[in-house]
């Protein structure tokens, strides 16, 4: 049994749903005698070392045109990986560069794709994959088939504390993508201090009842004391009061903290799509009504313009004496 990893680089390293992926994939083969495979590709590979112990192999693909990412360069080029190594189960984290890359490879390689997945475990020689079904009020547990199966897992899915292998071997293979039909110009990568909202154990999100965006910097504060993100609904974003870079839900970020802290957020199923699996969630809105209530474990009726200052305060105060 062999389970392979698209790595993503992040900030000369690699983003944490990779090593959780890899962390997850060294779980199952543990005992089965298989192998973990990371494959990272063009610069990416650079910071390959950091994968010691977190895989086998590690595979670092070369080649022109892979560096800066670019779609149709990667498809090639994995999807030659790929071919090359022949496994049965291949792991990606969720986000916007899988969304691009793992339909076009699974139609380049006639494999089966998984997407928004949350759960891995293995039955026998297949794979048992579960994931969210309807709007996330049920869950579905997929067998992987015969086939080459491509599947994309929800950021902190998995713990990244697996055992590390004894021994990691590092190879490089060649290939030869076409050029991209896109040409990237220009780089701006946004200034932040913040953990990515994707990757932070701690969310803290805010809806139109917020009333207006002055008032977004509540959520930021208490997500600075959280030590978290923020997160916004549709309605703040096309009111033109945030980037649809922290929007959650369906046509937004798909996120699964630890905590999630929601205010003035109505609770619409396009929202709850990208946050259901979230695994504490404090819900404040003014209507005892509201739908977000059904997915929160601990709800507090009130205005969110009061609540979320007193919550930060408390915070900040119980910091103070720890
Ligand atoms: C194809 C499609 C995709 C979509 N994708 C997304 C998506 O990715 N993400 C997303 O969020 N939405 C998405 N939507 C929109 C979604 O259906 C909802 O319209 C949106 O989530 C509503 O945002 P909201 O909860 O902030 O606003 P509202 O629905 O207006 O809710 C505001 C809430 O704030 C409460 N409130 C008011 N004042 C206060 C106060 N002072 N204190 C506390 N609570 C207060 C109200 O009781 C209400 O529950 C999508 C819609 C479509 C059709």
């Given at each position: 049994?062999?389970?392979?990893?698209?790595c993503e680089?992040?900030?000369?390293?690699y983003?944490?749903s990779t090593?959780e992926?890899?962390?997850?994939?060294?779980r199952?083969?543990?005992?089965?005698?298989?192998?973990?495979v990371?494959?990272?590709?063009?610069?990416e590979?650079?910071?390959?070392q950091?994968?010691?112990?977190?895989?086998?192999?590690?595979v670092?693909?070369?080649?022109?045109?892979?560096?800066?990412?670019a779609?149709?360069?990667?498809v090639?080029a994995?999807?030659?990986?790929?071919?090359a190594?022949?496994?049965r189960?291949?792991?990606?984290?969720?986000?916007t560069?899988?969304?691009?890359?793992?339909?076009r490879?699974?139609?380049?390689?006639?494999?089966?794709a998984?997407?928004?997945?949350?759960?891995?475990?293995?039955?026998?020689?297949?794979?048992?994959?579960?994931?969210?079904?309807?709007g996330?009020?049920?869950?579905?547990?997929?067998r992987s088939?015969?086939?080459?199966?491509?599947?994309?897992?929800?950021?902190?899915?998995?713990?990244?504390?697996?055992?590390?292998?004894?021994?990691?071997?590092?190879?490089?293979?060649?290939a030869?993508?076409?050029?991209?039909?896109?040409?990237?110009?220009?780089?701006?990568p946004?200034?932040s201090?913040?953990?990515?909202?994707?990757e932070?154990q701690r969310?803290?999100?805010?809806?139109?009842?917020?009333?207006?965006p002055?008032?977004?910097?509540?959520l930021?504060?208490?997500?600075d004391?959280?030590?978290?993100?923020?997160?916004?609904?549709?309605?703040?974003?096309?009111?033109?009061?945030?980037?649809?870079?922290?929007?959650?839900?369906?046509?937004?970020?798909?996120i699964?903290?630890?905590?999630?802290?929601?205010?003035?957020?109505?609770?619409?199923?396009?929202h709850?799509?990208?946050?259901d699996?979230?695994?504490?969630?404090?819900?404040?809105?003014?209507?005892?009504?509201?739908?977000?209530f059904?997915?929160a474990?601990?709800g507090?009726?009130?205005?969110?313009?009061?609540?979320?200052?007193?919550?930060?305060?408390?915070?900040?105060?119980?910091?103070?004496?720890?």
């Amino acid at each position: 049994m062999s389970i392979w990893v698209i790595c993503e680089g992040q900030e000369g390293g690699y983003r944490a749903s990779t090593l959780e992926l890899l962390s997850q994939a060294r779980r199952l083969v543990g005992g089965a005698g298989g192998q973990v495979v990371a494959v990272a590709v063009g610069d990416e590979a650079a910071a390959a070392q950091a994968l010691r112990g977190a895989a086998h192999r590690v595979v670092a693909v070369q080649g022109p045109n892979l560096s800066p990412y670019a779609a149709d360069p990667w498809v090639g080029a994995v999807a030659g990986v790929l071919s090359a190594g022949a496994p049965r189960l291949v792991l990606f984290a969720e986000g916007t560069r899988t969304r691009e890359l793992l339909p076009r490879l699974a139609v380049r390689l006639g494999a089966s794709a998984l997407t928004n997945a949350l759960g891995l475990e293995a039955d026998g020689e297949a794979f048992l994959l579960t994931r969210p079904a309807f709007g996330g009020k049920a869950y579905a547990t997929v067998r992987s088939g015969d086939r080459l199966c491509l599947a994309a897992f929800r950021p902190n899915s998995f713990d990244a504390g697996a055992e590390p292998v004894a021994e990691t071997q590092f190879e490089t293979h060649q290939a030869s993508p076409d050029p991209s039909r896109v040409e990237v110009l220009e780089k701006r990568p946004r200034a932040s201090a913040r953990v990515p909202l994707t990757e932070a154990q701690r969310v803290v999100a805010g809806g139109r009842g917020l009333r207006a965006p002055e008032n977004l910097k509540i959520l930021e504060e208490l997500a600075d004391v959280l030590g978290g993100a923020v997160g916004v609904s549709r309605a703040i974003v096309d009111a033109g009061w945030a980037d649809h870079a922290i929007q959650v839900g369906k046509s937004g970020k798909t996120i699964s903290p630890a905590l999630y802290v929601v205010a003035g957020v109505s609770g619409a199923v396009h929202h709850t799509m990208g946050m259901d699996t979230a695994k504490v969630v404090v819900a404040v809105n003014a209507d005892p009504k509201a739908p977000i209530f059904q997915y929160a474990d601990y709800g507090i009726v009130g205005d969110a313009l009061q609540v979320l200052p007193a919550l930060t305060a408390e915070l900040r105060a119980v910091k103070r004496e720890a």
